[in-house]
């Protein structure tokens, strides 16, 4: 079946570093590729997406690029900010040839701390 | 416009006792997904309706777990006989429709803000 599997956490950076959490994944088919973030208090929204192999899905400053070569989908951030504190789930949604279409498949989250 | 949203927003029940969960998605979504998050990990699917009906409910992880949507709208998640280990936050998200199957293709899918369960 599908899988999700993020670099293990917590992720604690001061103001204005270079932010990578990796995400590598399993599926059949042609999954669609995504970075949820839940900040405190909230619900999880979409980051950004990636529907094909190499396209870039891109966000408030954050990018990602659909590896299928490598099955990777790495998030990073050239500068992170503290509002950019946040709990970040990797995931994916199989398509044609996998399994369900619409389910997503979550990795287990990274915990990003980010001091002034 | 409203987003998704789920009553209650707790719910501490004891051990052996039935509860409902509720989710009223999005006007106008006509798919719909339950999802449930232990703490510390991602959410993993429960079950999605396309409509009336459970398109997919291979995550329901016993006969315990029952989920309805009887008029393709608000639905419930209900849980019978209530272990100390369905403690978690239940998560609804509804989107547009369901996701086609063509590459390239996608649905997003709006998550409300959950139920935290709690059973003692």
């Known amino acids: 079946g599908n899988s999700v599997t993020q670099m293990e956490g917590p992720v604690t950076l001061s103001e204005e570093a270079f932010l990578t959490i990796n995400c590598t994944y399993t599926?059949?088919?042609?999954?669609?590729l995504f970075w949820y973030v839940q900040y405190p208090g909230e619900g999880l929204q979409l980051l950004l997406k990636?529907?094909?192999?190499?396209d870039k899905g891109s966000n408030k400053g954050f990018e990602a690029t659909y590896r299928k070569e490598t099955t990777s989908f790495h998030l990073e951030k050239g500068s992170v900010q503290v509002s950019d504190s946040a709990v970040y789930f990797c995931?994916?949604?199989?398509?044609?040839?996998?399994?369900?279409?619409?389910?997503?498949?979550f990795g287990q989250g990274t915990i990003l701390t980010v001091h002034p | 416009g409203a987003g998704v949203s789920q009553t209650p927003s707790n719910k501490v029940t004891e051990k052996g006792k039935y509860v409902e969960l509720r989710c009223d998605p999005i006007?106008?979504?006509?798919?719909l997904y339950w999802y449930r998050q232990s703490l510390g990990q991602g959410p993993e699917f429960l079950i999605y309706?396309?409509?009336?009906?459970?398109?997919?409910d291979s995550g329901l992880p016993n006969d315990r777990f029952f989920a309805v949507r009887p008029e393709g709208s608000v639905s419930t998640l209900k849980i019978q006989r209530t272990e100390r280990g369905d403690s978690a936050v239940y998560l609804c998200?509804?989107?547009?429709?369901?996701?086609?199957?063509?590459?390239?293709?996608?649905?997003?899918?709006?998550f409300g803000p959950g139920t935290r369960l709690t059973v003692l």
């Open positions: 998200a509804s989107s547009f429709r369901a996701t086609s199957g063509v590459e390239g293709t996608y649905n997003e899918q709006f």
């Open positions: 599926a059949t088919g042609y999954p669609s």
């Open positions: 990636a529907t094909k192999a190499d």
């Open positions: 995931a994916l949604t199989g398509h044609a040839g996998g399994t369900s279409y619409g389910k997503l498949t």
């Open positions: 006007s106008g979504h006509t798919a």
């Open positions: 309706f396309q409509g009336t009906g459970a398109a997919d």
